[in-house]
């Protein structure tokens, strides 16, 4: 039997190039929205609270047996019954998220590259590709997300340095404590979208077990952190507070005005490109933990080294799955405003409780249980 | 038979990746069909706008394609100047200047900001200049067989750029209005080439500066005049390279700078302090007459000092904050100073302002000394 078990950081990479892509999409709009010129700072207090959530999520791993990811942790302390409910509740977010996903990324394309185009066959072509990897195995999807992290990675860093010309210092300062109420506030959507890495520990059962896990998310979580600023400090700097806050999407905007060297202009459709790479890895580890939650409901046991397209298992599970995203991302908004609404309100609040509220919950339930029993 | 299948799979997705004609791709473009536009003209009618193009010198040294049309909106227009060039595709990616004409700007250039961020072929840093006139008159009227409107504003920006003026983009203008409801632009216009005597090629229109130009709210509020845009310029970016002729003696102003901070009693915003170093260097001198330096430096710092009043006197007068003084008073506010930020517009118009200018002259090549 083949070794389908995925290494810390090939799993800490998945996550970290699957969050590129919510993380493109909500900065730094959102941010400078609520912290105008300060939004460069948000980074620093949203760090802080995914700090206390990894410590949560360290508490919560503590509790897995091995080879168990947070599904069947669920079923034990919940039940058979109110259980099987809440992983019905988490598998129908992850769908939901996925296909949320796809129409932002097919969105994207419309909005910057493809304008006023049809996002259906985005929308399927990327369903597809994701579809194809999460019926493979993880450990290929988390291996191949180890490489779209350099790239996605090397492309930002190029991009600003290449970017720094254009920015002006004066659209970033002075920043004083009455800006910190709008700072603190301007934190929800990073720690939101990093918060969404805590949806993975559905997947935990596949990952190899480690004396230190801190370390493997500790780091990534201070990049993650840096990327955040970055992006805001660059688009603002760029831009101004006002003028960013005004375009939807203000990092790809100011790509469109990056010159290599004056030897090559108008990178930006490459660029906008590669963020569907971000879009892919995020899609398939939310199908899969989908299939995760499905899976526990129904209790069929792991299915990692059976052929790709093999139903046996479960995986028919996985092909239902499918149609199931497609209709989230066609159904859920009939207009990018609409789409808009959902991504600048809807689904923070959501992920929010599902992540915010939902897992301090099982904790809850789980340290009741201990003292009930 | 999973290879080969992988294999037949990678060589149609590669089929359809090849980027050929009339394949999936409605983006594809023929690259010797393309043709740049590298100036783009604006001006406002009744019905909507007059689009004016020059797509500069080609390659080869053929003539630049110079069209005009007009539509009711930007986009319409070049659909419509499409139509009119079937041979060639007209290419909006590298368009380098925006000459917007009075009509347009008196109007309000805000349409045009907002199309120029929605349309994926736009730059935000392409240059914007406000033409004294129509837009169209200049871009037709400097194009010739050999030369363009774009060469020569490339021209006029690498001389500004030497004078020490700021040439401002779209996005800088888009910034400034959306932050502090004003903003500024060089403005050109267009003049009959004066400076040719004799050329075996035809003779076109020139466009030379013509100082700044301020948008209020999006429309044209007013152009600058030499010494208010001298005043300007140094509160905005500084300036190097630029000439000013005093009792006689042209002088060459390097490394000049000024800056605004708030004169604060009691907490209490009371007036505006402008404070300007500038160093020059004697360029030319009277026939005959010893430089007194001295002389020339406070002849300088007096010129300065009422260049520097002029430009605030007229933001003052047109209620327009286009030096963006009250960011800079704001950041020397005090602690727990009176909320000077919310009364901004009511007390701008009126606040004194004090200018201080140290003039130095650095350099001087007097043959006679």
């Known amino acids: 039997m083949k070794d389908s078990t995925v290494t810390r950081p090939q799993f800490a990479a998945a996550i970290f190039a699957a969050l590129l892509s919510p993380l493109m999409r909500v900065l730094p709009r959102t941010s400078v929205l609520m912290a105008g010129r300060g939004a460069w700072l948000c980074a620093v207090p949203s760090f802080l609270i995914l700090l206390v959530l990894t410590a949560l999520m360290n508490l919560l791993r503590r509790q897995l047996r091995p080879g168990e990811g947070t599904a069947n942790l669920i079923l034990r302390y919940f039940g058979p019954v109110l259980g099987r409910l809440v992983l019905l509740v988490y598998g129908a977010w992850f769908l939901f998220y996925a296909g949320f996903i796809l129409r932002g990324g097919a969105e994207r394309l419309a909005a910057t590259v493809y304008q006023q185009s049809n996002t259906d066959p985005f929308l399927l072509v990327m369903l597809a590709l994701c579809m194809l990897a999460a019926l493979g195995t993880l450990r290929a999807t988390a291996r191949t997300a180890v490489i779209l992290r350099a790239i996605l990675l090397l492309a930002l860093a190029l991009v600003s340095l290449f970017a720094v010309s254009n920015v002006t210092w004066k659209n970033l300062v002075p920043v004083d404590l009455s800006d910190a109420p709008g700072i603190l506030l301007g934190a929800w959507p990073i720690f939101t979208v990093g918060g969404a890495a805590a949806l993975f520990s559905f997947l935990s059962g596949y990952v190899e077990p480690t004396e230190k896990p801190a370390k493997w998310v500790v780091l990534p979580l201070a990049i993650f952190s840096v990327v955040a600023c970055l992006l805001c400090m660059e688009a603002v700097g760029t831009f101004g507070a006002a003028l960013t806050a005004h375009l939807s999407y203000p990092f790809f905007t100011m790509i469109r005005d990056v010159s290599l060297f004056g030897l090559a202009q108008r990178i930006e459709a490459v660029v906008i490109a590669l963020w569907v790479f971000a879009d892919f890895v995020l899609c398939t580890l939310l199908l899969r933990c989908a299939h995760e939650a499905l899976r526990t409901v129904c209790g069929y046991p792991k299915s990692e080294n059976l052929p790709l397209f093999s139903p046996r298992r479960g995986r028919w599970l996985l092909w239902l799955e499918a149609p199931a995203v497609w209709a989230c991302g066609h159904f859920i908004a009939a207009s990018s405003q609409q789409f808009s609404a959902w991504s600048q309100t809807r689904i923070p609040l959501l992920m929010n409780l599902f992540v915010f509220a939902g897992f301090p919950l099982i904790l809850l339930v789980g340290r009741l249980r201990k003292m009930l029993i | ?369």
Not at chain 2, 176 to 189: D, K, P
Not at chain 2, 210 to 221: D, H, M, S
Not at chain 2, 325 to 339: E, I, N, Q, S, W
């Open chain 2, 1 to 369: 038979m999973k290879r080969i299948a992988a294999i037949c799979l990678a060589l149609g997705a590669a089929l359809l990746l090849s980027g050929c004609e009339g394949n999936m791709f409605s983006s594809h473009r023929d690259m010797e069909h393309l043709r740049p536009i590298q100036t783009i003209g604006l001006d406002r009618t009744e019905g909507g706008v007059i689009l004016s193009v020059s797509s500069g010198i080609g390659p080869d040294g053929g003539a630049p394609l110079v069209m005009k049309t007009s539509a009711a909106g930007i986009e319409p227009a070049i659909s419509r100047l499409q139509d009119y060039s079937p041979e060639d595709e007209l290419f909006y990616a590298h368009v380098r200047y925006i000459l917007i004409g009075e009509t347009m700007a008196d109007q309000g250039v805000m349409p045009l900001l907002d199309w120029a961020e929605r349309s994926p072929a736009m730059r935000m840093d392409t240059v914007m200049l406000a033409v004294k006139g129509n837009a169209y008159a200049a871009v037709t009227g400097a194009s010739g067989a050999k030369t363009d409107i774009t060469e020569r504003l490339a021209s006029l920006e690498r001389e500004e750029l030497v004078r020490g003026l700021h040439v401002y983009t779209l996005r800088e203008a888009a910034s400034s209005l959306l932050e502090r409801g004003s903003a500024l632009c060089m403005a050109v216009e267009q003049r009959p080439s004066e400076g040719t005597v004799y050329t075996e090629e035809e003779v076109t229109d020139a466009v030379i500066p013509a100082g700044y130009a301020v948008l209020q709210n999006g429309a044209l509020a007013a152009y600058l005049t030499e010494e208010e845009t001298l005043g300007a310029a140094l509160l905005e970016k500084g300036v190097t390279g630029t000439h000013i002729k005093l009792d006689g003696c042209v002088l060459e102003l390097f490394g000049a700078s000024a800056s605004a901070s708030g004169v604060w009693e009691e907490g209490r915003l009371s007036g505006i302090r402008i404070d300007c170093t500038l160093q020059a260097g004697v360029l030319e001198r009277k026939e005959g007459g010893a430089e007194d330096v001295e002389r020339l430096q406070s002849a300088l710092s007096a010129a300065v000092e009422s260049a520097l009043s002029s430009a605030v006197s007229l933001s003052q007068r047109l209620g327009c904050d286009y030096l963006d003084l009250r960011g800079a008073v704001m950041k020397t506010a005090p602690t727990g100073a009176a909320d000077a930020d919310g009364d901004w517009e009511t007390m701008f118009p009126s606040l004194p302002v004090t200018v201080k200018a140290a003039g130095e002259i650095q350099r001087s090549y007097d043959l006679s000394n």
